[in-house]
């Protein structure tokens, strides 16, 4: 077999090869437009402020994996972000906040849970059933807390906000920690089963693969994810709004797909969408720091998300040319 | 230790299609029993019943004599039966060590999969196959970027790794070359003596003599003859998988002599693709070709290299000019169709309604904008001749029946009145009333002077309606039947790659 370092065999050895080119790239630039990003308060800040997204993306990244989708995240970050804001409060003593934390991952894994048992045991599509239940769960974040307002108590927020161990940013520890987890769980036999349920759930039923089940666990996973996710905003924002987690679902499936997690499933990994979720942050301070008019800042951070969507699409299709 | 698998009086339905009425099987260890049928004799269907990953709708499983009840394909392999599968259960994103041990990887202490473990595991499978492989096979290739031998193999590992007692191997080697055949067969060999069994299904002739010890042959779903090959012959085998007397009450146009003194419409010189490897004919005006032989053998990619819808290497000429045909819209300008056989995913747009689709390839006829008064006549007309019943043509194609949602294909590619046909196994699925209108409609297009290729997984359609029939084997003409050589024995013994020539 031809063992050459071909981009093909990088590509699907290493999905993460092409996000990790991107983030480097979109770091350089930024760099050189805000000379002092490395420093360690303004390294903080960036990374505090992306943490949330990374959080969404490695449960939607692991749900793509599973050959499934969850438009869902952003209702059930919103449902924790409310449910802290309005039961913790800005007068919130640090065991209410941890108690509420708690009962916010449990939430964030009930969601979860039904989004799960819609499309793994009653079989629907993945993608109707989560956009259905995104309403749901917008709606009920709406219910806990109809006008953005409450808060957690600062000392708490500020946990998230300063805490530098040993002089680098808390969210290096959190993705760290992910990695190493992913990195287990990913050759555990689950893990196996990750990927084959999502690469051919067929064959994977045909060799006695608990196919159900493990579709129903990445809908949980995803749900849990997403209410970490909730925690680490409202500890950013350290107040309420039910519309919070909007923007987060779709920047999460975007920042998979850079990130070499493919929508038929089976393929990719964790480092990568954690990759994307960075790039997908770097490319909104590239553009706040360009000073590009606010008018056309939507239409410039398109453009370049397009264009690092379509990156290895338009390698493939000069190579299929060449061939 | 004797062990014995039997299945008795099995039924099993699929929706209103009946695939097993009777079906019966015993295996022992230490023999191999061939399962043999014609196309959709239900053997396929057999080997699902045994390792279940079909439920059975009546008829009884025994595993050493008493009664067995395979709920899912896990309660099947617990007791030892392990399948190697058609259409392989591999997952293309996965090596082959990842694939092979799925559901059964050694773990180490902490959880996680004893990477070195299954790689020399799947290293010492590998190596069965030694020497028969294309290119270096490691245990850590993905799946997906072998050949189909080479999955073909992996999938043969996969089913004997977890050392069952019987081994059902359906069709595994009509992918594999002449080495990994005789590979495969010597391990059979060592598995008889190791007190194993073997089911084998295949369509080759040659190597059902070769290897198998018994024989169970089905015919329209019901087991109507067993025993030892050693006391049958092809002959005889085919005989029995043939309907003695047949319900084909069309008889063929008897006009051949005239149809060959016509001018030559198609000519193929030496036309290779993936699976054909160098196809030569000529085709006459008005002429009605079958296309035959088991699937798979190189007739979809011949339909689809004349249709110009994949990549081909040889000679085409159409009408005596010589064309090379990159894309279906250069084919449709010659004045080919292609009716497909798969109608849900390639034939129709089934929520459209059934005007959209008739006139889907001819919008261009209309002008812009469109006259859909104009279209809606002649796809009224288009219709009435092909006697399709119907609501109204803004009814959609979903609430036809198979037969009449069929009309609808051919009838979208008659409306561009093209002056050759590919039909790309157009009757499968399609009740006994609308096949033999279809029967007629053919007949009665090639009277008007079209011509057609007809590929059909039914052998008696091909004997009873086509002028002549050329049957592929392994991506060649095997043979080309005609006249008093066109008969159903000689069509299926070619069709198996049976060495009864002197019958032709």
């Known amino acids: 077999m031809k063992r050459r370092l071909s981009w093909d065999y990088l590509m699907i050895r290493y999905p993460a090869f092409f996000p990790f080119i991107l983030m480097i790239l979109s770091v350089a630039i930024n760099l050189f437009l805000q000379p002092n990003m490395l420093e360690r308060e303004t390294l903080n800040s960036n990374m505090r402020v992306f943490l949330p997204l990374i959080l969404v993306t490695v449960g939607q990244a692991i749900v793509l994996i599973g050959g499934g989708i969850d438009i869902s995240v952003g209702g059930v970050v919103s449902i924790v972000n409310t449910i802290l804001a309005t039961r913790v409060g800005l007068e919130g003593s640090p065991e209410q906040m941890w108690q509420f934390v708690l009962i916010s991952l449990l939430a964030g894994m009930l969601a979860g849970s039904v989004n799960g048992f819609f499309i793994a045991y009653l079989?629907?599509?993945?993608?109707?059933?989560?956009?259905?239940?995104?309403?749901?769960?917008?709606?009920?974040?709406?219910?806990?807390?109809?006008?953005?307002?409450?808060?957690?108590?600062?000392?708490?927020?500020?946990?998230?906000?300063?805490?530098?161990?040993?002089?680098?940013?808390?969210?290096?520890?959190?993705?760290?920690?992910?990695?190493?987890?992913?990195?287990?769980?990913?050759?555990?036999?689950?893990?196996?089963?990750?990927?084959?349920v999502g690469g051919k759930a067929n064959a994977a039923y045909e060799t006695a693969v608990p196919v159900t089940r493990v579709q129903f666990s990445i809908y949980v996973i995803s749900g849990f994810m997403a209410a970490l996710a909730g925690i680490a905003i409202t500890m950013l924002s350290g107040s309420g709004n039910a519309e919070i987690g909007g923007q987060m679902t779709l920047n999460s499936i975007t920042a998979a797909v850079i990130?070499?997690?493919?929508?038929?499933?089976?393929?990719?990994?964790?480092?990568?969408?954690?990759?994307?979720?960075?790039?997908?942050g770097l490319i909104q301070n590239i553009i706040s720091f360009a000073h590009i008019n606010t008018w056309w800042e939507t239409l410039v951070k398109a453009?370049?998300?397009?264009?690092?969507?379509?990156?290895?699409?338009?390698?493939?299709?000069?190579?299929?040319?060449r061939a | 230790?004797?062990?014995?698998?039997?299945?008795?009086?099995?039924?099993?339905?699929?929706?209103?299609?009946?695939?097993?009425?009777?079906?019966?099987?015993?295996?022992?260890?230490?023999?191999?029993?061939?399962?043999?049928?014609?196309?959709?004799?239900?053997?396929?269907?057999?080997?699902?019943?045994?390792?279940?990953?079909?439920?059975?709708?009546?008829?009884?499983?025994?595993?050493?004599?008493?009664?067995?009840?395979?709920?899912?394909?896990?309660?099947?392999?617990?007791?030892?039966?392990?399948?190697?599968?058609?259409?392989?259960?591999?997952?293309?994103?996965?090596?082959?060590?990842?694939?092979?041990?799925?559901?059964?990887?050694?773990?180490?202490?902490?959880?996680?999969?004893?990477?070195?473990?299954?790689?020399?595991?799947?290293?010492?499978?590998?190596?069965?196959?030694?020497?028969?492989?294309?290119?270096?096979?490691?245990?850590?290739?993905?799946?997906?970027?072998?050949?189909?031998?080479?999955?073909?193999?992996?999938?043969?590992?996969?089913?004997?790794?977890?050392?069952?007692?019987?081994?059902?191997?359906?069709?595994?080697?009509?992918?594999?070359?002449?080495?990994?055949?005789?590979?495969?067969?010597?391990?059979?060999?060592?598995?008889?003596?190791?007190?194993k069994a073997v089911v084998f299904i295949s369509h080759r002739m040659e190597e059902i003599f070769r290897i198998a010890d018994k024989y169970s042959v089905l015919r329209n779903g019901?087991?109507?003859?067993?025993?030892?090959?050693?006391?049958?012959?092809?002959?005889?085998?085919v005989k029995l998988m043939i309907e003695k007397e047949s319900v084909f009450s069309f008889s063929r146009a008897?006009?051949?002599?005239?149809?060959?003194?016509?001018?030559?419409?198609?000519?193929?010189?030496?036309?290779?693709?993936?699976?054909?490897?160098?196809?030569?004919?000529?085709?006459?005006?008005?002429?009605?070709?079958?296309?035959?032989?088991?699937?798979?053998?190189?007739?979809r990619d011949l339909l689809l290299s004349l249709f110009g819808d994949i990549p081909y290497s040889g000679e085409i000429s159409i009408f005596g000019s010589p064309k090379k045909l990159r894309h279906p819209r250069e084919a449709m300008k010659q004045g080919l169709a292609l009716i497909p056989g798969d109608r849900a995913r390639e034939g129709l747009l089934y929520i459209r309604s059934i005007l959209e689709n008739l006139q889907l390839p001819s919008w261009a006829q209309y002008?812009?904008?469109?006259?859909?008064?104009?279209?809606?006549?002649?796809?009224?007309?288009?219709?009435?001749?092909?006697?399709?019943?119907?609501?109204?043509?803004?009814?959609?194609?979903?609430?036809?029946?198979?037969?009449?949602?069929?009309?609808?294909?051919?009838?979208?590619?008659?409306?561009?009145?093209?002056?050759?046909?590919l039909l790309d196994d157009p009757t499968k699925g399609v009740d006994v009333g609308t096949k033999a209108e279809f029967y007629a409609l053919l007949t009665q297009l090639c009277v008007e002077g079209k011509t057609i290729l007809f590929y059909s997984s039914d052998d008696e359609e091909l004997v009873g309606l086509c002028d002549r029939v050329l049957v592929l084997y392994d991506g060649l003409i095997r043979i080309e039947l005609s006249g008093a050589s066109l008969t159903k024995e000689n069509l299926i013994a070619a069709s198996l790659g049976a060495a009864n020539e002197d019958a032709i």
């Open chain 1, 123 to 196: 079989r629907l599509q993945p993608i109707i059933t989560t956009y259905a239940t995104s309403f749901l769960y917008f709606g009920l974040a709406l219910f806990i807390l109809p006008n953005p307002g409450g808060g957690i108590y600062a000392d708490i927020a500020n946990l998230y906000r300063t805490s530098t161990p040993l002089g680098l940013p808390l969210a290096f520890f959190v993705i760290g920690g992910l990695l190493l987890i992913w990195a287990y769980i990913s050759s555990t036999r689950y893990g196996k089963y990750l990927f084959a």
């Open chain 1, 303 to 321: 453009l370049i998300i397009v264009l690092a969507l379509a990156v290895p699409g338009i390698i493939a299709l000069i190579r299929r040319r």
């Open chain 1, 259 to 280: 990130g070499g997690n493919a929508f038929s499933g089976g393929i990719g990994g964790v480092a990568g969408p954690i990759m994307g979720a960075m790039t997908l």
């Open chain 2, 1 to 195: 230790m004797a062990k014995s698998l039997s299945a008795r009086n099995i039924v099993k339905h699929y929706g209103g299609v009946v695939a097993l009425s009777d079906g019966n099987l015993d295996v022992c260890t230490g023999e191999v029993v061939a399962l043999i049928g014609a196309n959709g004799s239900g053997k396929s269907t057999m080997s699902k019943v045994i390792n279940g990953v079909v439920v059975l709708d009546g008829g009884q499983l025994l595993l050493d004599d008493k009664p067995a009840n395979f709920t899912s394909p896990q309660v099947a392999k617990n007791l030892g039966i392990a399948t190697v599968f058609q259409e392989l259960s591999l997952i293309p994103q996965m090596t082959v060590a990842e694939n092979i041990w799925l559901t059964r990887e050694p773990l180490t202490a902490i959880g996680t999969v004893n990477r070195k473990a299954i790689k020399e595991n799947t290293e010492q499978l590998l190596s069965l196959f030694q020497g028969t492989y294309k290119t270096e096979l490691r245990p850590d290739d993905r799946v997906g970027s072998l050949p189909p031998d080479e999955k073909q193999l992996i999938e043969i590992l996969k089913a004997i790794s977890f050392n069952p007692w019987v081994v059902i191997l359906d069709e595994a080697t009509a992918s594999l070359d002449s080495r990994q055949v005789q590979r495969l067969f010597e391990l059979i060999g060592d598995w008889k003596k190791a007190d």
């Open chain 2, 222 to 237: 019901k087991t109507v003859g067993a025993g030892d090959m050693k006391d049958i012959n092809d002959k005889e085998l």
């Open chain 2, 367 to 421: 002008g812009f904008p469109l006259r859909i008064g104009k279209a809606e006549k002649d796809a009224e007309k288009a219709g009435e001749s092909l006697n399709l019943k119907m609501a109204g043509l803004a009814e959609p194609v979903s609430s036809l029946s198979g037969g009449n949602a069929q009309k609808v294909v051919l009838g979208k590619w008659l409306m561009r009145k093209p002056r050759l046909l």
């Open chain 2, 254 to 299: 008897k006009m051949k002599e005239e149809k060959i003194a016509k001018a030559v419409c198609l000519e193929v010189k030496d036309l290779q693709t993936e699976s054909l490897h160098g196809v030569s004919f000529n085709v006459h005006e008005g002429e009605l070709i079958g296309i035959g032989g088991l699937r798979g053998q190189g007739q």
